[in-house]
């Protein structure tokens, strides 16, 4: 079974510019989320997909972060415009349902750094 | 807002035991996990427990949990090289949401 894709792996941006991340969950995985890893410490959940709608995004600095799964299957994260702050590695992950025990299956993530 | 807590480092020579110990606040935690990092890679997921269990065993690995004190261990025995990475603790509620801790560095020399 092939596991969550991430790309690109790496991005190097200046502080203003925009910059995007797309995430192919494992198949048939109805749930997916966006985290942010801060270098030092756990992740951040950003915003979680069922489907294609939202579930949580209470985390997610709407103000230059923005997430989208149009068709229920691939998602792809863009900031706009990009702080220093934002340099972090970004994860997806999915899992089949909602609720319960189903674990999160994670993605090897994309590290940004912004200069 | 609820916390996950774990030591940042710990150091143990090849072929001892490592015991990474977590902590968490969330009484209505459902599920709690372990995730290993290693350098560049995503989040492996090693080993989960029901929050109604108190050990879960899995060949090295041995979790124990102590709902009353909201205690996490994951005692990973006959510790080798290639087990050197981040341990994350991690728990989540009903609705999956998921919080992770700051991660433990496991150093095991030889």
């Known amino acids: 079974e092939a596991g969550v894709a991430q790309s690109p792996r790496y991005k190097i941006i200046e502080k203003r510019q925009s910059v995007a991340f797309w995430c192919n969950p494992i198949?048939?995985?109805?749930?997916l989320y966006w985290y942010q890893q801060i270098l030092g410490q756990g992740p951040k959940l950003l915003i979680q997909?069922?489907?294609?709608?939202?579930?949580?995004d209470s985390q997610l600095p709407k103000d230059r972060f923005s997430a989208e799964r149009l068709k229920g299957v691939d998602s792809t994260l863009k900031i706009q415009p990009a702080k220093l702050e934002d340099s972090a590695v970004y994860l997806c992950?999915?899992?089949?349902?909602?609720?319960?025990?189903?674990?999160?299956?994670f993605g090897p993530g994309t590290r940004l750094l912004v200069l | 807002g609820e916390d996950v807590e774990q030591s940042l480092f710990l150091s143990v020579r090849e072929g001892d035991s490592s015991v990474i110990n977590c902590t968490y606040t969330d009484s209505s935690s459902t599920y709690l996990y372990w995730y290993k990092q290693e350098p560049g890679a995503g989040l492996q997921l090693l080993t989960y427990?029901?929050?109604?269990?108190d050990m879960k065993q899995d060949q090295r690995l041995t979790v124990l949990l102590n709902k009353k004190d909201k205690h996490l261990s994951l005692r990973i025995a006959d510790t080798q090289t290639g087990d050197s990475a981040i341990y994350f603790c991690?728990?989540?509620?009903?609705?999956?949401?998921?919080?992770f801790g700051a991660g433990t560095r496991l150093t095991v020399k030889p």
């Open positions: 997909f069922q489907n294609n709608g939202v579930v949580d």
């Open positions: 198949s048939g995985h109805a749930t």
């Open positions: 991690a728990e989540s509620n009903k609705d999956n949401d998921m919080r």
């Open positions: 427990i029901f929050s109604n269990m």
């Open positions: 992950a999915s899992s089949p349902v909602q609720g319960g025990k189903e674990t999160q299956y």
